[in-house]
Each structure stands twice: as C-alpha cells, then as structure tokens.
C-alpha cells in the first residue's frame, strides 16, 4: 500500500506545471500550504499566482469586509497576495505561534480626545489631532505599517491664534467610486474656536468661529514606499452658531453625506438641554448656498453621542428607548444664515430599546438590497438591517445569545464578529483577547457568519503588538478601541498608552 501511494506520488510529480496549478488551486488553503512542505517541485508551484489570486477572489467573496487593497490586485506580487490572504484567514482561523512577537515603537504626542483619533479603513493609516494650542489644527499621521514617526498632514494655520474656547471633530470615508486606480478617503474636520490676538489672549469676540473642512487623502506609492497626501476640497463657512454656548460635539462622515451633532444656543441646565443633528450633502454645499436639514427636540439624557450615517442617504438617531431612521438623500438648499432650516421627521422607529450604557456600532455592511450594522446596546448584540428602499421596512434581529458584562472588558463590534478583553492584561502580554461570532439570518432561512472557527481565545502574547511611545495619551481614560475589520486591527488604550493590536498571524520574513 505504502509502495503504491509512494509511486502515485512520484506520478503525479510527471504532470505539466499547468495542470498541477489547477490541482492546486482546488485545494484548501491549509492544505497548499501542506503541499508545499513535500517537495521543491511543489513549492515552486504552490507559489502561482493563479493559485493565490483565486484563494484572494474566494474569500472576499465569501468574507463580509473584503481586504482593502491600496492598488489595483494585477500590481499585487504574489508574495503580496500570499500575505493578504493568510493574514486574513489567520485573524479569524485558529493558529499556534510560540516565537516572541514582532513589536514596533512610535515617538508620539497626545491627542485631544477619542473624537479626534481614526483609524483609516485598512489599519495602516491612523490620524491623530492634539490639545496643545500650538498644535490645533493639525492633523498627524501615522504609518502603523512603518517605522517613521508622525508627520504632519494637514495645517489649517491658526496654531497659536485661538484661546482655550475651542472644538475640534473629524470622521473619515473611503472613496468607493473613486476614477483613479489609487486608495483615497474623504475627511472631515469640523472646528468650533475663538479667535486670539498674537499673545494668545481673549480677542474680545464672543463669536465662535465654525467651519466645515473636506479633504480627500490619497495613498500615493506602494507597499512600504507608500504615503498618505492630503489635498483640501472644500471649506464650508457657517455663520449660524453665534454663542459661547453652543459647541460641535461630534461629527460622522459616510459617502457625499455629513452629520454634526451639537446643543442649541443658551441650552440651560442639563436637564432642559434638548439637541441638534445638523445634516448636510458635503458635496453639493458651497459658501452660498448650504444643503441641509437638521433633527431637532432630542434629550440630552437619553441620547448617544454618535449617530450612525448609513451610505445611500439614511441616518440613524439612537435615543433610548427609540432608535429612529431618517431618509436624508433629498437635502434642500439653504442659504447661508438662514434660520428657518428643513427639520426632517423619521420614517421609521424601532421602540424599546432602552439602553444605560453608551451604543457601539460596526461600520455598515452595504449589499445590493440593503444596508447592515451591528449594534451592542448594554449586553447584548442587534443587527439592523435597513432596506435602501423606503417603502420596505427596516428589521432587527438578536445576533448573539451570549450576555458579556461591558462594564469590566473592551470591546470591539464589527457585522460579523465581537472581540472583547480586559483592558488590564494587554499592556503587558497576559490574558486573552476572546471572539464570538455573530450570526446573521439574511431573510431566507439562510444563517451564516462567514467565519470558521469562532469563538476564539487569542492569547495576547502571541498577538503582534506595537506601543506607542512616548504614550499617545488620550484626553479621557475611557476611550472606545478602535477597529479595522478589513485588516482585523485594534488600536485601544492600556496602561496609559495605546498599543495597536494585529490580529493576523505574521509570517517569519
């Protein structure tokens, strides 16, 4: 028997390179990479670039949140290729890596708070502004996939000429519908200061000045060549906030569509203070003429901070117990100063879903009928599914059984999947970073997470891990992790500094 596998071996070493290709490329990851430990012959084949572009193909299909890829796949080498498919496969397969793991250092500086920290779409690229008045309005970036430090990517040229009344907010998109074969992003920085005289002292207006800033980011070169430019689109004015009193407090971006979120003019005392959504169509504003609509009366107890802006145009308000949607894709022009501004009215409310704790949300899922996101409200994990088409309801569903007390772990939602973990343990490699899948019923009796092996225990130790040091050290102690599905990167705070997480199994280079 031993002989004649051993001869139909060797027989199957006579076949044309070609024809061993496609064998292999029929295979299952796991075993080409098996293959290729029997012989040179099928080491040199399981390197085709057949193979792992149809291995790449398969899994973007079948994955949720495809790689994002920084140029077009045909520029990819095969090493490339190779890499991008085994380091998504690793962060969501089971894996055994016992060498040390491989930890980068950043000099770094402090941002303001979790508002104005973002990690592109990706992870390699994270954005960071920061509180010193010398340095607002700037905008650093950092290369995680590089050694370099910081660098400056935008300047609005006003450091210094500001006093401490001062608000700054941003939110980045990736360009989906972008011409150009190049990885780009739309970002929005909105600002809400006082002006100073050259001293830095109280100009003596009480007049805030706000604005709203678009810039497109362009990725420019490849692999570890690559940098990230910025080329500014638009400055919107707005001359309608007039007090002290009234400030920005978070901004969303998604596609051609912006939402500000901020209280009204001399809003009293907390328990009087009812709040704005400003939205606008970025795209079509000018210095003349603004496209927006507001919603207007919500509580400030009972509402969370960020509203979620899905991409064909809706919004969702989540207000406990009610979670509103809005159609925003028919913005009128306003012009500038106007104070009779569109209010917009929901279509849709989903009702008791009274909530304690703040709402985290997954980055939208958008298929040709529908758009998806994953909602963790206290202890429990929803998916909503909003219909592009108004006149079809929007859904919910529970998409995990599994109860986690927030209040002791971070976590991280993404639509298909959950990590959680002690905040404790990562500063120093102990403990787990544990996942569970969410599993998502599409409508047909068709449930499915696309994921194989959750839930996981990853322990920390065996994660990639880069520290940022000196510590970038956010404004406030309770900051959200943030999260890149695409690449399954984690970038959270611990131990007074923030360390970014790879979940993807590194291959010796």
């Given amino acids: 028997m031993q002989q004649s596998l051993h001869r139909n071996g060797l027989e199957l070493l006579t076949f044309p390179n070609e024809l061993l290709v496609e064998i292999l490329g029929h295979l299952s990851w796991r075993n080409i990479l098996v293959v290729r430990r029997t012989c040179k012959l099928l080491f040199d084949v399981s390197k085709s670039r057949a193979i792992w572009v149809s291995l790449f193909l398969r899994f973007s299909r079948e994955g949720t949140v495809p790689p994002v890829l920084d140029r077009p796949l045909k520029r990819y080498t095969v090493a490339e290729l190779e890499n991008i498919v085994l380091k998504r496969i690793s962060s969501e397969v089971?894996?055994?890596?016992?060498?040390?793991?491989?930890?980068?250092?950043f000099r770094a500086q402090y941002p303001s708070d979790e508002d104005c920290v973002l990690l592109l779409d990706g992870g390699r690229w994270l954005l960071a502004m920061f509180q010193e008045n010398?340095?607002?309005?700037?905008?650093?970036?950092?290369?995680?996939?590089?050694?370099?430090?910081p660098k400056i990517i935008?300047?609005?040229?006003?450091?210094?000429?500001?006093?401490?009344?001062?608000?700054?907010?941003?939110?980045a998109d990736r360009d989906l519908n972008n011409d150009d074969s190049s990885l780009s992003f739309t970002l929005c920085l909105t600002s809400t200061y006082r002006p100073a005289d050259d001293l830095g002292r109280d100009s003596g207006s009480d007049r805030p000045v706000n604005g709203v800033y678009i810039y497109r980011l362009t990725v420019k070169g490849q692999g570890h060549n690559a940098v990230l430019k910025a080329h500014k689109l638009k400055h919107l004015r707005d001359s309608q906030l007039a007090t002290d009193d009234c400030l920005v407090y978070s901004v969303a971006l998604r596609g051609e569509y912006l939402v500000r979120y901020r209280n009204p003019p001399n809003p009293g005392s907390i328990m009087e203070q009812f709040y704005t959504f400003e939205v606008y169509n970025w795209a079509l504003s000018n210095n003349s003429v603004h496209y927006k609509?507001?919603?207007d009366g919500i509580h400030r107890i009972q509402l969370d901070d960020n509203p979620l802006l899905l991409r064909d145009g809706k919004l969702l308000v989540f207000s406990s117990p009610v979670v509103s949607v809005y159609d925003i894709a028919n913005l009128e022009p306003s012009p500038i100063g106007a104070v009779d501004i569109p209010t917009l009215e929901s279509y849709w409310q989903f009702?008791?879903?009274?909530?304690?704790?703040?709402?985290?949300?997954?980055?939208?899922y958008r298929d040709s009928l529908a758009s998806r996101v994953s909602v963790v409200l206290d202890n429990h994990v929803f998916g909503f599914t909003i219909p592009h088409d108004i006149q079809k309801n929007p859904s919910w569903q529970q998409l995990s059984e599994s109860i986690f007390p927030p209040d002791e772990l971070l976590y991280c939602v993404g639509i298909n999947k959950i990590y959680f973990f002690e905040e404790s343990q990562l500063g120093n490699g102990k403990g787990t970073v544990k996942t569970e899948g969410l599993l998502w019923d599409k409508g047909e009796g068709d449930k499915g997470c696309f994921l194989s092996e959750l839930p996981?225990?990853?322990?920390?130790?065996?994660?990639?891990?880069?520290?940022?040091?000196?510590?970038?050290r956010p404004w406030y102690d309770d900051?959200?992790?943030?999260f890149d599905e695409?690449?399954?990167?984690?970038v959270t705070f611990s131990n007074k500094s923030w360390i970014l997480l790879d979940f993807a199994y590194r291959q010796p280079q």
């Fill in 94 to 105: 089971r894996w055994a890596h016992s060498e040390k793991p491989h930890e980068w250092k």
């Fill in 134 to 149: 010398a340095k607002w309005g700037r905008v650093y970036v950092y290369d995680l996939d590089g050694k370099a430090c």
């Fill in 154 to 171: 935008i300047s609005l040229g006003i450091e210094g000429r500001m006093d401490q009344f001062n608000s700054w907010h941003m939110d």
């Fill in 293 to 295: 609509a507001c919603v």
């Fill in 351 to 364: 009702t008791d879903f009274s909530h304690s704790h703040q709402v985290h949300f997954s980055r939208p």
């Fill in 456 to 472: 996981l225990d990853l322990p920390v130790k065996h994660l990639s891990q880069r520290q940022f040091e000196p510590p970038l």
């Fill in 479 to 482: 900051v959200a992790p943030l």
């Fill in 486 to 490: 695409s690449s399954n990167r984690i």
